[in-house]
T-cell receptor
Framework: KQEVTQIPAALSVPEGENLVLNCSFTDSAIYNLQWFRQDPGKGLTSLLLIQSSQREQTSGRLNASLDKSSGRSTLYIAASQPGDSATYLCAVPLTTDSWGKLQFGAGTQVVVTP | DTAVSQTPKYLVTQMGNDKSIKCEQNLGHDTMYWYKQDSKKFLKIMFSYNNKELIINETVPNRFSPKSPDKAHLNLHINSLELGDSAVYFC?????????????FGQGTRLTVV
């Protein structure tokens, strides 16, 4: 059974500092890994999708790495801004079927202080 | 344009009532999902629906039933609501059921059972 863990559960940094968010998964037979952002009272916004064949994916200030063999992904956010404050979730498709259902981590709550 | 939309955004109802949450996607996707986010903010898959095939997560009570009038809609019906059903429910969609494509989420419906 796939399990997804995110560490730390919460993170507070001053504006301008780089953010490093970690995600680990127990079963390395994944199709992809997706990072989401959730703002309070809002839905999930997809940030990056990194395929199993990729080691890295970049979008603006965001960079996600994937190491399947060790079951880890890291999301880097460069030069953090107060607007980056949100909960960040990682998710992988369940490996027991091909229906694209996602297994989520519990999330990392990020606060960027001005 | 909203890709995945849910209505209502908030729903407050009494125990024992029957309620529905509507979901529509305008992305032309083949697969739709319902997820539940509990009070601890943990997201769990409830259903996957693809081309009239329904995959039910075995932990979901049979009081919950998804209904799809067409490919763009997947509504969630809940009978005999219980206090423990209070949560945020998210609809999502993806291009196919293969598990290798990006998922898009709606804004969520906060259900409160009193």
């Amino acid at each position: 059974k796939q399990e997804v863990t995110q560490i730390p559960a919460a993170l507070s940094v001053p504006e301008g500092e780089n953010l490093v968010l970690n995600c680990s998964f127990t079963d390395s037979a994944i199709y992809n890994l997706q990072w989401f952002r959730q703002d309070p009272g809002k839905g999930l916004t997809s940030l990056l999708l990194i395929q199993s064949s990729q080691r890295e994916q970049t979008s603006g200030r965001l960079n996600a790495s994937l190491d399947k063999s060790s079951g880890r992904s890291t999301l880097y956010i460069a030069a953090s801004q107060p607007g980056d404050s949100a909960t960040y979730l990682c998710a992988v498709p369940l490996t027991t079927d091909s229906w694209g259902k996602l297994q989520f981590g519990a999330g990392t709550q990020v606060v960027v202080t001005p | 344009d909203t890709a995945v939309s849910q209505t209502p955004k908030y729903l407050v109802t009494q125990m024992g009532n029957d309620k529905s949450i509507k979901c529509e996607q305008n992305l032309g996707h083949d697969t739709m999902y319902w997820y539940k986010q509990d009070s601890k903010k943990f997201l769990k898959i409830m259903f996957s629906y693809n081309n009239k095939e329904l995959i039910i997560n075995e932990t979901v009570p049979n009081r919950f039933s998804p209904k799809s009038p067409d490919k763009a809609h997947l509504n969630l019906h809940i009978n005999s609501l219980e206090l423990g059903d209070s949560a945020v429910y998210f609809c999502a969609s993806s291009p196919d059921r293969g598990g290798n494509t990006e998922a898009f989420f709606g804004q969520g419906t906060r259900l409160t059972v009193v």
